[in-house]
């Protein structure tokens, strides 16, 4: 396992993603001496580490062989990072299909404490767009990821997550919670959410909820420059992101 020049690391956790390396790579397991002769590491030093993580049940041993493999627990957590990396690339073809139908930038996004954590985004191809990156997290009520991230909160969930301070990033972001929780209002009756100019001055946004088992679990939106929202693009891109929702949470539930 290399290590970056000049970082510093805790020696005990290196030696648990160690065990848990050499054993990934072994297809029939390993001894405790093929471990120890694999790491270079004395028994003393590795025993109660390996004992601790079969206790745990990230790794396995079998008495027979006498040989560890690697756990259960462990199988269920490379699961789930594929199932993470699955979502991300289901989210990212259906914002493909809506890049190329309306030729703006599309964009997804989870709620991650009370902020739209951006996870996946296709680019317009257009000169003229909007400039974010994936892992930037936003306000929830300056967003219209955000806002439909939020949109099933009722009023003290909502008021519990935001507060009472909004920073104002322009001259359109609310100030205060009740002219947040009348927008909320709006988006929760009409299915969509809208970003005015209220992150960023000249680019508006609309977004869509993403239910999955019954709960909003992602948010899916365009950004498109003022100038270019016209009422007609505008219902171009409502009926698009409505039908986005459609197909993602019939694939992801």
């Not at 892992?135 to 997550?161: F, N």
Request: aromatic share 8%; proline share 3%; charged share 25%.
């Amino acid at each position: 396992m290399s290590t970056a020049p000049g970082s510093t690391q805790h020696r005990s956790t290196l030696r648990v993603l160690s065990v848990l390396e050499v054993l990934s790579n072994s297809d029939k397991g390993l001894t405790m001496a093929g471990i120890c002769r694999e790491l270079s590491a004395p028994k003393s030093s590795l025993f109660p580490i390996i004992h601790t993580m079969a206790e745990e049940g990230y790794i396995s041993f079998d008495e027979e062989t006498t040989r560890y493999r690697i756990g259960f627990k462990t199988y269920l957590a490379g699961k789930a990072y594929a199932r993470g990396q699955d979502t991300v690339n289901i989210l990212t073809e259906e914002l493909r299909r809506i890049v190329d139908a309306c030729g703006e930038t599309a964009q997804a996004g989870i709620l991650s404490g009370n902020k739209a954590l951006y996870i996946a985004k296709v680019d317009s191809p257009q000169p003229v767009r909007l400039i974010s990156d994936i892992g930037r997290a936003l306000p929830v009520y300056c967003t219209a990821i955000g806002k439909a991230l939020v949109s099933q909160m009722d009023l003290d969930e909502l008021h519990g997550l935001v507060g009472d301070e909004f920073h104002a990033y322009t001259t359109r972001t609310f100030r205060t919670f009740d002219a947040f929780w009348s927008e909320m209002q709006a988006v929760r009756e009409d299915g969509i959410a809208y970003d005015r100019g209220e992150m960023t001055d000249a680019i508006e946004c609309m977004a869509v909820p993403v239910c999955v088992e019954g709960e909003v679990r992602y948010g899916v939106g365009v950004s498109v420059p003022s100038y270019r929202l016209t009422q007609e693009k505008g219902v171009e891109l409502a009926a698009l992101l409505q039908k986005a929702r459609t197909h993602l949470e019939a694939v992801l539930s």
